[in-house]
């Protein structure tokens, strides 16, 4: 007919709309929204790939965006695993039917304390001991003593000289504030975070984000977890680390399932291999020095062992709660934040 | 035009009618394409999907509507009863689809989309036979297919924002307003460290500036109304100063930021500009060749990145040159310096088109009588840069308004509105909260909007193209002429260094700590960044494409044909470029993320997200092009008595081939470069480079994240070169003003 031959052109344009557009379509694969750092959540691709042939798309984001990313697509999610980032959030997922637990085939080999703090509601994926980073450089100049306590953190001499995250999208900064509160109570923590206020230079989105500046020296003290801050160490940075004489808070990794995945089997193949030892090991070699969870999992040196540090008791399943977490994190936002640090 | 071919033979006429083109199209995508789907996958094809399996009496009805009117637009019937056919029973048809999918909340599948889009072309061609809208069925038809777009991908969106503000989990409600515009994330004046009261301060900045207003206004003879106007302006100007200075939170924040960075950005616009028209150097002019090309291939807050290396806390001016260990880029003093960067090369863009509309003459008359040069500039110059100036003044205004990567990265401890927007939504999971920040930024933007259409009237402010008259310019003064180039000097030299901190950023270990030269940061690209950046190539693509095509035909119909609602489907259109960026995205992820419209999670939403974001582009510039043509060529091809469709594409496309060419590369580029509008919509698969490269930012891998930047500025500028080589052999020039 005339018409094809007339439009050629027009034609073509259609076809080529429509081959580039397949690109869109999808098959056999794990969709993994990633809340490790950047280097780790790369590195799991390449490894889970190879092992079984199943391709990763990874989102990654902070902790309490995957939540709330989560949470916003709970109807119909895209995600099929939730990998990595401080526990409380993947509790409070359990909790309002987000996420769902699986018991993972190395269920036996992984850490019983780590077990035993969390129930059947999401898979320790490794252990993670809050601490200061601290550049004694910037320090030293300043003529501020190293801070050995939480309380050592108001001192006016730190003025400007501290990194935290926000607990707003950081599940670091969370921990911390659940860390204090109870060490202290809720009270005296919260005047505690408003004396040391004045001192923050910046409220960071990531929880890994101050070691950063830190290592730059552009601050002082970086509020975070230790391991992150041993990479950054072993990188070449100028950092020294320590832990506060109170006692300090961890966070268990977590590693669920999402309820109602897309694709459910594969995800939880990809459980499985991600707290086998091998699926553990792609962590170290993407620098991580966090405490895997499988007992089984040859260790690296660096890594910080909780047996070396004055641990409290952390009460994941109350601090986990959604009612108590999402107070907390409001009544700092509404209390702390805002408060003018000049 | 068409309607008198057609008057004269109207209600005797006759015959067959192209609606069996789009029955066909219907019909064929009824039988065998999918009318709904279960999942985002839009490509998902199984049988229960279809519409006679999914939904049985809707899809005999739709059937048996499209079988009818396909039939009877094969058979030669006459066109006046035809067309009432087609409209009502084809409207019916398309009403009782999309009624379906409202009802049920089923996501829409690829078979519904074009049978119901068939359907409404159907509708179109049988309201034009019927006579009922006198345009011919072509235009009809689009003017349907394009008000039905605009309507679901810019006012359904936008709507969804206003509508989520105050219906808190189905409950009408005020209260998340009234919470959210009293936290002290929002406006937080006093400061309880010190002894003084901000309130107070804030108040006496705001009477004094209020004062002041009223004597400037009181100084050309004292009347009432510019009294009082003067007063109110200084009233709400010294507001905002006071807030801005001594208190905090997002509001103030953000209307400070932009009442510092607009004025300075539009005199340094206006530099540019006046040196473009009157220097004789030429290095002025190669210069200013490259600072027009900045805003295209700087992707966002590149500048604000690397500043941290010159000024951040241990910067090289800031720590190495000076010594000093201050944060004092973080904070409104950053943002603000990044935005001045990133802008100036648009107010340039505006202004020189005012400068150039200058005319020669007056100057040289006013010369000639002798005048001094400083009165010839009071009297002649002055009030014909004005208009140019306002407008330059307000975009950078509502530039600054909507910003958001540069907040994001130098922000430091104070908020923002169009971050807030951002951390609403993602930090806290709040909908509402973050739909009452769009709707304040949005109020907000619109207000400056319509000031400027008040102020200016309906002209536009982006080319404003008048023919430069006879004369020459005389050159400017000396000294002003020195001054001039050592400020083009200073930023230049400014933007250079930038710009080469993140190139050696690339290709060092670790900036400041461990300078040795590496590749390692590109060989992590080529890893990692790479899948991504074809991917976001990929997209931006399609977008390009589409946002051109249906630029191209919203600009046709608005400027060449008359009809009831043209209006409304311009400013419709051009609403998408006055939202912000991450309001737009809240509204994208609130309106299509469950029910019928269900497309969050796809490509598809990244690709019209960008695609409705750069079209009001297209637009304009197809709309300048289309003014420099005149209507006879039209004229003529329709007296041929060629339908518009052909006349569109034998005459028109052909003659606007250099602008259709610049506004897809154009589209193209900014979807590379677009963060705020797409921040929310990434997903597995669908990660876009701008996206990437804040995370690696943040997260510490600035040797990375340069490497990526590094990349895409050479690309793009790449791309904008071929651009430009390939208009010249068109033989056209190619106007920068439109992709501003």
């Not at chain 1, 050592?152 to 969370?174: C, H, K, M």
């Not at chain 2, 829409?108 to 989309?113: N, P």
């Not at chain 2, 027009?292 to 941290?308: G, H, K, N």
């Amino acid at each position: 007919m005339a018409i094809w031959k007339r439009n050629v052109r027009w034609w073509v344009l259609v076809a080529l709309l429509l081959t580039m557009s397949t690109g869109l379509a999808q098959q056999r694969v794990v969709n993994v929204i990633c809340s490790v750092t950047q280097n780790w959540c790369e590195a799991l691709g390449p490894a889970f790939k190879q092992a079984t042939g199943i391709d990763v798309r990874i989102v990654s984001v902070s902790t309490n965006e995957a939540l709330a990313r989560l949470r916003a697509e709970q109807a119909n999610p895209t995600f099929d695993v939730w990998f990595g980032g401080t526990g409380d959030p993947h509790y409070e997922a359990f909790k309002d039917a987000i996420t769902e637990w699986y018991r993972v085939k190395a269920y036996n080999d992984l850490s019983p304390v780590m077990k035993a703090a969390i129930g059947t509601t999401y898979i320790p994926l490794y252990q993670g001991i809050l601490g200061f980073g601290i550049n004694p450089k910037v320090l030293q100049d300043r003529g501020a003593p190293i801070p050995r306590c939480w309380k050592d953190l108001a001192n006016p001499a730190y003025r400007g000289l501290i990194q935290v995250s926000n607990p707003n999208t950081s599940g670091t900064a969370y921990t911390q504030i659940a860390t204090l509160v109870q060490i202290f109570g809720e009270d005296e923590a919260f005047n505690l975070m408003k004396s040391y206020h004045r001192n923050v230079a910046e409220y960071t989105r990531s929880g890994v984000a101050p070691r950063i500046a830190l290592g730059r020296g552009e601050i002082g003290i970086g509020i975070q977890f230790m391991h992150d801050l041993v990479e950054f160490k072993k990188q070449g940075f100028p950092i020294e680390i320590v832990a506060p004489c109170e006692g300090t808070g961890y966070e268990i990794g977590g590693l669920s399932l999402v309820r109602g995945a897309k694709n459910k089997a594969n995800g939880q193949a990809f459980m499985d291999w991600a707290v086998s030892p091998a699926g553990q090991q792609v962590g170290f070699q993407a620098g991580i020095f966090s405490l895997p969870s499988n007992t089984k999992t040859p260790l690296i040196e660096g890594i910080p062992d909780p047996k070396d540090f004055k641990l409290i008791n952390y009460d994941a399943k109350k601090f986990g709660n959604p009612d108590l977490r999402q107070r907390l994190i409001a009544r700092w936002t509404r209390e702390v934040f805002p408060l003018p640090r000049r | 035009m068409a309607v008198i071919g057609r008057t004269s033979l109207k209600g005797i006429a006759s015959g067959r009618s192209p609606a069996w083109m789009a029955g066909l199209v219907a019909l064929i995508s009824l039988l065998v394409l999918p009318w709904g789907r279960t999942d985002r996958n839009l490509l998902e094809f199984d049988s229960r999907l279809l519409v006679l399996n999914q939904a049985p009496w809707l899809g005999g009805l739709l059937l048996a509507v499209v079988v009818v009117l396909t039939l009877s637009s094969l058979l030669h019937l006459p066109l006046v009863q035809r067309g009432y056919a087609l409209a009502g029973l084809g409207g019916a048809g398309f009403l009782a689809g999309v009624g379906w999918l409202v009802a049920t909340s089923v996501p829409f599948g690829v078979g519904a989309f074009i049978a119901l889009t068939a359907l409404l072309v159907m509708v179109g061609i049988g309201l034009s036979e019927s006579g009922i809208i006198q345009n011919d069925p072509f235009v009809t038809s689009s003017i349907l297919l394009t008000s039905l777009f605009v309507l679901l991908f810019i006012v359904y969106p936008l709507f969804t924002v206003l509508r989520e503000s105050v219906l808190v989990k189905g409950v009408f409600t005020l209260n998340k307003i009234q919470s959210v515009l009293t936290s002290p994330l929002f406006i937080s004046i006093e400061n309880p460290y010190t002894d003084h009261s901000e309130q107070l301060l804030v108040n006496l900045t705001t009477l004094a500036l209020g004062l002041l207003g009223a004597g400037l206004a009181a100084r050309g003879g004292f009347r009432w109304p510019r009294v009082l106007t003067g007063l109110g302006v200084g009233l709400l100007l010294g507001w905002i100063v006071g807030a801005g200075i001594f208190g905090g939170g997002a509001f103030p924040t953000s209307l400070y930021l932009a009442l510092i960075v607009a004025p300075i950005t539009t005199a340094l616009g206006l530099v540019f500009a006046l040196l473009e028209q009157r220097s004789r150097a030429a290095w002025v002019r190669r210069s200013l060749a490259v600072v027009s090309l900045l805003p295209l291939i700087t992707p966002p807050f590149v500048f604000a990145f690397a500043l941290t290396y010159w000024l951040g806390r241990s910067g090289i001016i800031t720590s190495d040159l000076l010594g000093l260990k201050t944060s004092f880029l973080f904070g409104i003093n950053g943002v603000a310096i990044a935005q001045v960067f990133a802008f100036t090369p648009v107010a340039f863009l505006i202004l020189r088109g005012s400068v150039q509309g200058l005319n020669a003459s007056l100057e040289e008359a006013s010369a000639t009588l002798r005048a001094h040069p400083w009165h010839t500039f009071r009297d002649i110059t002055w009030p014909l840069l004005r208009p140019g100036l306002a407008a330059a003044f307000l975009l950078t205004i509502i530039e600054s308004l909507a910003d958001f990567g540069n907040p994001m990265l130098l922000g430091g401890d104070r908020n923002f509105l169009a971050t807030e927007v951002f951390l609403a939504l993602t930090g806290r999971y709040d909908p509402n909260e973050a739909a009452v920040y769009g709707v304040v930024l949005l109020c907000l933007v619109l207000t400056i909007f319509g000031l400027q259409r008040l102020w200016l009237g309906n002209t536009s402010f982006v080319t404003v193209t008048g023919k430069p008259g006879a004369g020459n310019f005389s050159p400017l003064p000396v000294w002003l002429e020195r001054t001039l180039q050592t400020i083009l000097a200073l930023w230049g030299l400014a933007v250079v260094l930038l710009y080469f901190s993140i190139f050696y950023g690339s290709f060092v270990q670790i900036w400041g700590i461990n300078n040795s030269f590496t590749f390692k940061h590109y060989v992590d690209l080529t890893n990692l960044g790479l899948p991504v950046l074809l991917k976001t190539a990929q997209l931006a693509f399609i977008s390009a494409i589409i946002a051109t095509l249906v630029g191209f035909l919203i600009a046709y119909l608005v400027s060449r044909q008359q009809f009831w609602g043209r209006g409304l489907l311009e400013v419709g259109s051009m609403l998408s470029f006055a939202t912000p960026g991450t309001v737009m995205g809240v509204a994208y992820i609130l309106a299509f993320n469950t029910g019928p419209w269900l497309l969050t999670g796809t490509g598809i939403i990244i690709v019209l997200a960008l695609v409705f974001r750069n079209m009001p582009a297209a637009v304009r510039g197809v709309i300048s092009g289309l003014s420099q043509i005149d209507k006879s060529l039209e004229e003529a091809s329709t007296l041929l008595r060629a339908p518009s469709s052909t006349t569109l594409r034998r005459v028109l496309i052909p003659l606007l081939i250099p602008q259709l060419l610049a506004g897809m590369v154009f589209a193209f580029v900014r979807g590379m470069t677009a963060i705020s509008q797409i921040i929310f919509l990434i997903s597995p698969g669908n990660t876009l480079a701008t996206v990437l490269m804040l995370r690696w930012i943040e997260q510490g891998d600035l040797g990375r994240g340069a490497a990526m930047a590094t990349v895409m500025i050479l690309g793009l500028l790449t791309v904008i070169l071929i651009l430009f080589a390939v208009s010249r052999r068109l033989g056209r020039g190619t106007s920068l003003e439109a992709a501003v």
